[in-house]
């Protein structure tokens, strides 16, 4: 790309949380990017009002009858003269983001799919900005590693990553002592351990400060989310475990910091919205005026900071300890963690009782020391089987307990 051209940028996830705050960074500075392609999940009517407002050269569903209906709608729509070709699949995805062309593909897909098409997006030579935080967790080494192949450059969109690298802009990797994660503490921060097992989805699904979607709040629920993101940071940074420290600040106004060796800190603090660290990666090393309203410290008030309750919230721990053991264990993690928040979300199973699929997963499925990509991706289908078998066995028992009362 040359200086003053618009970045040529894909958008996976479009219609879902990140997708849309992406969109709304391209709408405030419309000469910086051309949006290139777009692809969703299921959602064809959004994506469709995307086409026509965005005029992508190409677009992909992974649901293949969601394809279809929005291949229909584009063939009679008078908005669209020449409609984009629709891919569908997950090899849609891939297709997607290993597109020629491409400066920037900003993955806001959820779960582990978002994997290849960030791996295609860094082969092919594009930056990938990643909020699909599953991608480094199941595979952080060899994504780690196509990012350092890649002429792209690989950028975190979580918020408290984004924080992490304003923080060391400038700041060589041995001045680091440590780093602090902040959390929101989720919406059961202060209900107490038995009240836990009477969470209905309705209420895990409200978080108090992100507006996100139902799998990454059900995670802020359970502070998985965080152990998520410990494990992030440790591959994005190559930072030792234990030395990422994660701290609750219900306010979530700081983002996270960074301790340097002179036991200086350095925070960013900002509003809480998605903009802000899209924009950032977007536009980086430049920044620009943002739509982000601008923080008030005397409305705020106080700022305040907690220890995590791993008792209550046993899978920031179950987290850590997947992250130190390595190999497949964090893809494991992952993969339970997955199917345990589906199955909580169907009713299947109790909201406490989501660590204890994550943890027996992690005891049965061996870890592979010096895991290949192909051991990653078996890591991950094996694990899946698994965890299923562990809901159902949770149900059965539930149901016997039920008939014999
Ligand atoms: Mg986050």
Redesign the pocket.
Known sequence: MTQGEPKRVAILGSTGSIGGSTLDVVRQWPDRFDVRALAAGGNWESLLAQVIEFRPRIVALRDAGAARALREALSVADAVSSPPPVLEGEEGLREIAGGDGLDLVVNGLVGSLGLLPTLAALESGASVAIAN?ETLVMAGEPVMAAASRSRGELFPL????SAIHQCLRGNPEKAVRRVILTASGGPFRLRSGPDLASVTPEEALAHPTWNMGPKVTVDCATMM?KGL?VIETHFYFDIPFDRIETVVHPQSLVHSMVEFVDQSVMAQISAPDMCLPIQYAMTYPERLPSGVRSLDLVATGSLTFEKPDLERFPCLRLARDAGRTGGTAPAVLNAANEIAVEAFLAREIRFDQIPGVIEHCLERCVGHPEPTLENFLSADGFTREEARRAVRDLRSRAHARGTAS
């Open positions: 935080k979580d918020s408290e990553l989310n993101e």
